[in-house]
């Protein structure tokens, strides 16, 4: 395996940022210090006037494999993942079949081991009949990232509406279980009042069906399922402002049984965004009104909600084509959430510290990844160099999804991600991919 030394480079950790050098050996972090010098056998990288960060961690990705291949794969958009910036990520289980049993859930594993040129992990699905396979995952629990319950109904048919099962599984399960929330009645209550009097729907009806009150119902209702039983609850995707008065910044996320999740797509758009982009940012939850973006960016930067993630879901550009009852929901996100990210940090909206905490360090501690997420000698050798003076622009010719399309095409970012180390491999360097190694699988310590 190669050795790399980059030298004089910006190091961002910690809520830190200095000056200095470090070593890769083994696929981890040997070293870090002012200066050292270059050993026998080993790769110099300079990085100068760049910084040198983590890699993100999505804790939230819809690859589409096996079933859905047309739209997505393990491989293709793991690779746009790598380009992007992001080293680690937990796959959803709403492909075809749905992940319901353990023998589905280790058939992605292997897929991931096969295929992911970065590091994997995957959700055990959970469905009206699946219990006792849910529960199955507790002797998992330190190499699977959780359990995901949708609360409200997505893509595809996993909705788990019955609140008995719900209490089990709140009950039982040792692993963090993550939850989509919307309440699926008042989501059909405004589907049909809407339809009452509306014939054809669009785009920008898609928030008055999917609304902020289905979004805190639901929230509310797995908070409190996790209260009664002290269930380790990650809700996702927060994307209104009402959800926030249900998160606290008063204790540390270490110390944390209920946490959440905000993606890149609420921080960036709002509803008035669906004129210009239509069904191409139709997604569950619904993007909302441009309050709720505002308050979402002050739970963030408060710490009321904890990490960064994309919700990354590919469709093909003809699925989002039809008419806006049949248009697929879900957006293409995975190799853009750091470059958007670092356009804010450039804007001044967030700096560069707390964008890696959200990405990264926070990622890892609510997950208890094991020796990732931080620039520490010993940890797994997962991390980004970033140009923040060269500017990069979405096109077709760069989108690396299999979908080929992005509702950020033809933005212009101010930061280009010029490499990506993956366990101390260069899989990403320059515009250019090494794909002579894998991603590993990922740990946890609980």
């Known amino acids: 395996m190669k050795n790399y030394l980059i030298k004089n480079t910006c190091i961002v950790n910690e809520g830190k940022r200095f000056f200095g050098d470090l070593l890769m050996k083994n696929g981890r972090i040997e070293k870090i210090a002012a200066s050292i010098s270059l050993p026998e056998n080993c790769i110099e990288i300079d990085g100068s006037n760049q910084f040198l960060i983590p890699g993100a961690i999505d804790d939230q990705v819809h690859f589409r494999e096996p079933g859905l291949t047309h739209k997505g794969t393990i491989y293709t958009e793991a690779k746009a993942a790598v380009a992007g910036g992001v080293t680690s990520f937990m796959e959803m289980p709403n492909t075809n079949p749905p992940v319901f049993t353990q023998e589905l859930l280790e058939a992605k594993y292997k897929i991931g081991k ?5 590091n994997y992990s995957f959700f055990m699905g959970t469905s009206n009949d699946n219990l006792e396979e849910i529960l199955k995952t507790n002797d998992k629990k330190k190499e699977v990232c959780g359990v995901k319950i949708f609360m409200g109904s997505s893509t595809g048919n996993l909705l ?4 008995l099962l719900l209490e089990k599984i709140f009950e039982g399960s040792e692993l963090l279980i993550a939850t989509h929330c919307e309440e699926e009645r008042i989501i059909k209550a405004n589907l049909a009042a809407l339809t009452a009097t509306k014939k054809i729907l669009e785009p920008s009806d898609h ?11 639901s929230s509310l209702k797995a908070i409190q399922l996790a209260k009664k039983f002290n269930s380790r609850l990650h809700i ?5 402002e009402k959800e926030l008065q249900l998160f606290t910044n008063m204790i540390p996320l270490k110390d944390k049984r209920i946490t959440s999740e905000v993606c890149v797509h609420h921080l960036h758009f709002t509803s008035d965004d669906y004129e210009r982009l239509g069904n191409q940012i139709k997604c569950n939850p619904a993007i909302k009104a441009p309050h709720n973006k505002k308050a979402l960016w002050e739970g963030l930067l408060d710490d ?13 550009w003809a699925e989002k084509q039809e008419d806006y009852s049949h248009a697929h929901a879900g957006l293409p996100l ?9 356009y804010y940090v450039k804007e001044g909206r967030i700096s560069i510290e707390k964008m890696v905490e959200k990405m990264s360090h926070a990622v890892a501690d609510c997950f208890q990844i094991k020796e990732r997420g931080y620039i520490r000698e010993g940890y797994y050798a997962d991390l980004v160099l ?12 760069n989108i690396l999804y299999k979908c080929g399309w992005s509702p950020l095409e033809g933005f212009v970012f101010p930061a280009t991600i010029t490499n990506t180390f993956v366990n ?3 899989v990403y360097g320059n515009g250019r991919f090494d794909e002579s190694k894998r991603g590993m699988r990922l740990q946890f310590e609980r």
Not at 114 to 118: K, M, P, V
Not at 334 to 342: A, R
């Open 114 to 118: 096969e295929t992911a040129l970065a």
């Open 160 to 163: 788990v509406d019955n609140p």
């Open 207 to 217: 928030p008055i069906i999917r609304t902020e009150e289905a979004c805190f119902e």
């Open 236 to 240: 996702l995707h927060i994307s209104t």
């Open 304 to 316: 009321r909600l904890d990490i960064i993630a994309t919700d990354h879901a590919p469709h093909t």
């Open 334 to 342: 995975v190799q853009h959430p750091v470059s958007l990210m670092l």
């Open 386 to 397: 970033v140009n923040m003076n060269q500017s990069n622009t979405v096109t077709k010719e």
């Open 424 to 426: 101390g491999h260069l």
